[in-house]
């Protein structure tokens, strides 16, 4: 018979754990005075798969607002989108700073 509660007890805990969605990371590109609007619009395009018009939206809030919400991830895909934009960045020479945060 304590089997069975058990059992029903760790049902639950598995329930619970299940029934929560992952926390949430926001990957956000940093204004600088050197990266082309170009080169931001062509990131978010080809590493967060933006199209164009939602792209040229962002870029505009990172040069205006110095900071702006590329896209909404798990925690391990939001790391990879950052370390994709930040070799993308060192390879062509620009200064681009992507960061995440839990959001």
Do not use: W
């Amino acid at each position: 018979m304590s089997n069975t509660r058990t059992n029903h007890e760790t049902d639950i805990l598995v329930n619970d754990r299940q029934a929560r969605p992952p926390k949430r990371y926001g990957v956000f590109l940093l204004n600088d005075d050197y990266t082309t609007m170009d080169f931001v619009v062509a990131v978010l395009t080809e590493i967060f798969m933006l199209n164009e018009e939602q792209a040229v939206a962002v870029m505009l809030l990172v040069h205006h607002e110095g900071k702006g919400l590329c896209g909404s991830y798990t925690r391990d895909i939001a790391q990879t989108k950052q370390q994709q934009v930040m070799q993308r960045a060192k390879a062509e020479g620009h200064p681009l700073q992507c960061i995440v945060e839990e959001i």
